[in-house]
């Protein structure tokens, strides 16, 4: 059972940055997609990053492209979202996502960040993220 804790949430400046890190208790996460949610009060969950495990390929949300980050570790136990140029609406809670039922490219991620929360098995609590104008 794999289990992830997220940190580095809490209060930015509009125009600031935050670091959010993922960590999993896993030792090797080679063939497990992870991403990252993005979640207000009343709506869905939405992935704005993840990453291909296998072939360790980022992909990003429009949203975010060009002011977020998703890099892993060397070691693959961490994962980490690195939000930069924030805006208000950014504000919301930050969950980290794993899945690592399927071979290769064949996971959430290679399926782009439109797959649906259920397609990620393991979850993180989440973070609180508040971007302040």
């Known amino acids: 059972q794999l289990q992830l804790v997220e940190s580095g949430g809490g209060l930015a400046q509009a125009g600031g940055s935050l670091r959010l890190s993922c960590s999993a208790s896993?030792?090797?996460?080679?063939?497990?997609?992870i991403a990252w949610f993005h979640q207000v009060p009343g709506k869905q969950r939405e992935a704005i990053a993840c990453i291909v495990g296998s072939i360790n390929r980022p992909k990003l949300a429009d949203s975010v492209l060009g002011r977020f980050t998703i890099t892993r570790s060397n070691g693959r136990r961490m994962v980490w979202l690195q939000m930069d140029a924030l805006k208000p609406e950014d504000t919301g809670t930050y969950f980290c996502?794993?899945?690592?039922?399927?071979?290769?490219?064949?996971?959430?991620?290679?399926?782009?960040?439109?797959?649906?929360?259920?397609?990620?098995?393991?979850w993180g609590e989440g973070t609180q993220v508040t971007v302040s104008s």
């Open positions: 996502a794993a899945d690592d039922r399927a071979y290769g490219t064949n996971g959430p991620c290679a399926s782009g960040l439109g797959a649906p929360v259920n397609k990620y098995k393991y």
């Open positions: 896993s030792a090797n996460l080679d063939n497990t997609d």
